[in-house]
């Protein structure tokens, strides 16, 4: 990993909620049933996702499929507020690998494209993108959240090395394809994206209306998943249909899958002042360089 300041290096000191050493989880498989909105996804065999769940569990200290519950600063709290959260958008959920595998697949996802968590948490969405072969970046507020996401990479970097280079089970990973950064959804530049998750269970309607703002400029054909619908407030989405993945507050949790139809009209501005991930210092940003 690049050496920054602002995160310590943290490998030999695991954030307080990753399993003890020799804790063992079991191994859901991603349920591939019927048929997918967008076809041509990638969709791993159970050999496939054996792979993956031992090298992303052993990044996050035996946690795949458990959440890491970590808590968040006042400082932290008041950064969410200045975000707008105004009833719990810094409430902490995971959805499931196995729900995310399904959701992949469900939306046409296939390796080189760009890829965005956006409320990533401790990163493992984004980690889970570009382990199938996507290019991606998570952006997370929350400091101590962040922090796991850096101690997840360490490792993550250390067991990718050590992979086979014959290994075929899994798609061919980007090099420096994963970066997480520190920041607001509201400030980094996601419009390049092929495909955006947002985890907006918890969001206030003003901040719905706020972040559809800003992805309505995403480009046409991309894919942006999330709790709420977009297209009732802005004519650029279309909604593809839904979609149920297993998450940490339900096994049958809902996603609205959009897809950008059309690009706002050329009398109105595109948004400004948002900062592109690779101009980002090493204060905001972590990049894996394998």
Aim: glycine share 8%; aromatic share 8%.
């Amino acid at each position: 990993l690049e050496p920054d300041s602002a995160w310590p290096m943290m490998q030999p000191s695991p954030p307080q909620d990753f399993a003890p050493a020799g804790t063992r989880e079991e191994l859901v498989l991603a349920d591939y049933a019927g048929s997918a909105l967008c076809p041509g996804g990638v969709k791993l065999a159970a050999a496939a996702q054996a792979k993956l769940f031992e090298t992303v569990s052993s990044a996050y200290g035996h946690r795949y499929s458990r959440v890491l519950h970590l808590e968040i600063s006042d400082e932290d709290k008041a950064a969410f507020a200045a975000d707008g959260s105004t009833r719990g958008a810094d409430t902490y959920g995971e959805l499931l690998p196995h729900g995310f595998l399904r959701i992949m697949w469900h939306t046409g996802a296939r390796a080189g494209q760009r890829f965005y968590d956006l409320g990533a948490g401790s990163g493992k969405l984004a980690t889970l993108a570009w382990m199938l072969g996507l290019r991606s970046t998570g952006v997370e507020l929350a400091t101590l959240r962040c922090q796991a996401a850096r101690h997840a990479l360490c490792k993550l970097e250390e067991l990718t090395s050590m992979l086979d280079s014959n290994e075929k089970r899994l798609p061919q990973r980007l090099p420096h394809g994963l970066d997480q950064i520190q920041g607001s959804i509201f400030e980094i530049d996601f419009l390049d994206a092929d495909i955006v998750f947002l985890s907006s269970v918890m969001f206030s309607g003003k901040m719905v209306e706020k972040f559809g703002e800003l992805a309505r400029w995403m480009k046409p054909g991309s894919k942006l998943i999330c709790y709420h619908r977009l297209d009732v407030l802005f004519p650029e989405f279309r909604v593809l249909g839904e979609c149920k993945a297993a998450a940490s507050w339900s096994d049958e949790s809902m996603w609205i899958v959009h897809e950008l139809s059309c690009r706002p009209s050329e009398l109105e501005q595109p948004p400004t002042g948002l900062r592109k991930a690779e101009d980002l210092d090493s204060t905001h940003r972590i990049c894996l360089r394998s």
